[in-house]
């Protein structure tokens, strides 16, 4: 019997016992407790390696360490929406994101690249996104699209491509 089941069959058993007067107050706690294991997700098997390197990157700057659980709870948010967000929707992808994210902080506006913590990150993680992936100024979109443009060309017209990394003729 899988956990649906088992909730299913306790619920109706206990509305049954209740129809004939019994006391229930046992019951609707397993009840209860069932139903919370049934709400708890698999976590991400990339959320130590993710703490991890966040971890490192705090170092970076000389920052201090410090766990909490609420840490633990913005990083497991953050990679669910990740998940969600990314093409793939794996775990491997949600992982990427974040690494991507940390490692591309310095597009962020100053504001954004002051807090550090992942409660932060995860409450502001949509306009971090969208700083990293469009730029945060103007001038800094501009150098982005003229990467990419760039990229392009060079993928199309094979530039830079011979053994000194100069263009071919």
């Known amino acids: 019997m899988t956990l649906k089941e088992e909730i299913k069959w306790l619920d109706s058993y206990i509305k049954k016992l ?5 006391e229930v107050i046992v019951l609707r706690a397993i009840l209860s407790r069932l139903k919370g294991l049934d709400k708890k ?31 633990g709870q913005a990083l497991k948010s953050i ?10 929707k794996t775990d491997e992808a ?14 962020l506006n100053i504001s954004l690249q002051r ?29 982005l699209e003229a990467v990419k443009v ?7 017209y094979n530039y830079g491509n011979d053994q000194n990394g100069k263009m071919d003729s």
């Open 115 to 143: 807090n550090k913590s992942l409660g932060v990150i995860n409450k502001n993680l949509l306009e971090i996104i969208d700083k990293i992936k469009n730029g945060s100024t103007k001038q800094q979109s501009g150098n």
């Open 150 to 156: 760039y990229d392009r060309l060079r993928s199309k």
């Open 18 to 22: 209740v129809k004939q007067g019994a």
């Open 94 to 107: 949600a992982f990427e994101s974040f690494k991507a994210i940390l490692m591309h902080w310095g597009r």
């Open 41 to 71: 997700e698999e976590p991400n098997p990339h959320h130590n390696d993710a703490m991890g390197f966040y971890h490192n990157w705090l170092k970076s700057f000389d920052l201090p360490v410090i766990r909490s659980p609420s840490q």
């Open 79 to 88: 990679l669910l929406q990740l998940k969600g967000a990314s093409i793939d």
